[in-house]
């Protein structure tokens, strides 16, 4: 992976190892669950942001397949999905050095969301 992390103007890395056709189709996959299922957006850190996700085992399922994806192409995120106690939580950690990548995807998640800090 290229370390000279260049963010492009839709907020995806541009050393991600996802084929530029099928970028904007994963784009789209987020804008969908950002726009459909998250609740509420915190940027927890620099590196951090947790996105509460509506309670349902479809909205989970979706998200968790979704982060699979995501984190095969682009190996400096990480996510932890977790669901206990009617809530669903999808916390999404950046590796040191790409903090503009999270900061954007944060950015993304409030705007298609109408969600907030």
């Known amino acids: 992976m290229d370390e000279n992390l260049i963010v492009q103007d839709g907020g995806l890395p541009a050393a991600c190892t996802l ?9 789209a996959e987020f804008d969908d669950l950002f726009a459909h299922d998250v609740l509420t957006v915190h940027q927890t850190s620099p590196r951090e942001m947790r996105l509460d996700l509506r309670p349902e ?3 989970a399922a979706r998200a968790a397949r979704l982060a699979a994806k995501e984190a095969g192409c682009c190996s400096f995120f990480s996510f932890d999905l977790s669901i206990s106690d009617g809530s669903v939580v999808l ?11 999270l900061a954007a995807l944060v950015a993304r998640a409030r705007v298609r969301s109408g969600a907030g800090a």
């Open 19 to 27: 084929p530029s056709i099928e970028q904007p189709l994963r784009q």
């Open 91 to 101: 916390v999404v950690s950046i590796a040191p050095g790409h903090e503009p990548v």
């Open 57 to 59: 085992p479809d909205v």
